[in-house]
């Protein structure tokens, strides 16, 4: 019989060596021939462009995995012992137990942090951090999380100890966490690490946004632009909040890429699309029952378990950690039904062709690989595949376009 430590290492070995495995068909995929779907999206040089981020990516993934796997390996042979140094210096070991493991594991992950910055993502154009900023991230990042970190993890150990049927009251104590995270990070979270600057409601596309905002029925608080090339030249866009405390927030890099107005009101279609159908709150619903389905499956596995509270929980994510790539494919499976979903929305505004023109722009700005394995797709991509993705646009901005003659 395994004991508790030496199966959580086999079960988080498991994980790592699929997540290798995973890069490495990744990898191979960069060498596969480029087909005329591709190049109706980019220009072949920029196709190769793409693929050779991807691959540098790939080495990247698989040199942290290992990297990884040995301080972690590390860290749970030595779990013991650092659960009682806690307790000599009369600390909540429980508790402290994942605040020092995080501090350790920010720590050791500095190297790579610094290459992965300073390195592959500067050789490729996108990095945009000073070493002032990213001193300032790696700092203001620990304390945001360690601050979080004490009252969640004080807050579990607090209901696992008092309740029997402690499944029920820790899922609902995360979901009001998620809940109360979506009203705080738009306004006291997101202003730490960003600047936000209200978008100029002197420009047309300020009152075109609104407009198709009242079209779909989307209440928003505010229009604001995030400094995102501050740090990146990656591009996005989303909403955050609840209620009325709903964001629009563009990336400064977003808007500087697409050429028109039009360009950004159809990425801005398909995001109302999400909204529009609940996605959200079906995937808190996903979360949540998934989340209670962990939390019933550990209540049998406690039992079994002769230690603290603190290293019981620790280890169990570690055993359960397997789980999570067949979650993660449900969850992704649903995500790409969703994303078409969106999209569909998108095409039923007229916003299918500059949805295409869109994406288009977006995967070149971004160096984005046409080349994925079958396998990464699955387990790693909430979104189709772009080719999949423009080519399902098509048809049916053609479709509805036929039924309009």
Not at 83 to 94: E, G, P, R, S
Not at 143 to 158: E, N, S
Not at 360 to 376: A, G
């Amino acid at each position: 019989m395994l004991d508790s430590v030496t199966l959580a290492i086999y079960c988080y070995a498991f994980t790592c060596g699929c997540e290798v495995i995973i890069a490495v068909f990744q990898h191979l995929a960069q060498f596969k021939p480029t087909t005329k779907n591709m190049t109706d999206i980019l220009p072949e040089d920029k196709i190769e462009k793409g693929a050779k981020y991807e691959m540098a990516k790939c080495k990247f993934k698989i040199f942290n995995c290992f990297y990884t796997f040995a301080k972690d390996l590390i860290v749970m042979i030595y779990l013991g012992q650092i659960y009682q140094f806690l307790q000599k210096i009369k600390l909540n070991a429980d508790v402290a137990i994942f605040l020092f493991i995080f501090l350790i594991d920010k720590v050791t992950k500095i190297p790579i942090s610094l290459f992965y910055d300073f390195g592959l993502e500067a050789y490729f154009g996108y990095n945009k951090k000073t070493f002032g900023t990213w001193l300032y991230d790696l700092f203001a990042e620990s304390l945001v999380t360690c601050l979080l970190l004490w009252p969640i993890y004080g807050t579990i150990i607090f209901l696992i100890r008092k309740y029997s049927t402690f499944y029920i009251h820790v899922t609902l104590f995360i979901l009001f966490f998620r809940l109360l995270m979506l009203w705080i990070y738009p306004t006291i979270i997101a202003p730490i690490f960003n600047k936000f600057v209200p978008f100029d409601n002197e420009k047309p596309l300020y009152e075109k946004i609104q407009n198709l905002a009242k079209e779909v029925g989307f209440e928003i608080k505010g229009i604001f632009v995030m400094d995102g090339s501050r740090r990146s030249g990656h591009s996005n866009a989303y909403f955050t909040g609840l209620g009325k405390q709903k964001r629009v927030v563009f990336f400064d890099t977003l808007l500087n890429q697409l050429k028109t107005d039009e360009q950004v009101l159809g990425v801005l279609a398909h995001e109302f699309g999400h909204f529009k159908r609940s996605h959200n709150l079906i995937f808190l619903f996903i979360d949540t029952f998934g989340m209670l389905g962990v939390f019933i499956l550990m209540n049998k596995v406690f039992s079994r378990m002769l230690m603290p509270i603190g290293l019981k929980l620790f280890l169990f994510i570690s055993i359960v950690s397997p789980f999570g790539y067949i979650f993660a494919m449900f969850r992704n499976f649903c995500s790409r039904l969703m994303e078409k979903d969106a999209d569909m929305f998108a095409i039923k505004l007229n916003y299918g062709k500059e949805l295409i023109q869109s994406l288009k722009i977006l995967v070149e700005e971004n160096t984005s690989t046409l080349k994925n394995s079958y396998i990464h797709s699955l387990v790693n991509f909430s979104h189709p595949n772009v080719i999949d993705r423009i080519e399902f646009i098509e048809e049916n901005v053609k479709s509805q376009e036929d039924k309009k003659k």
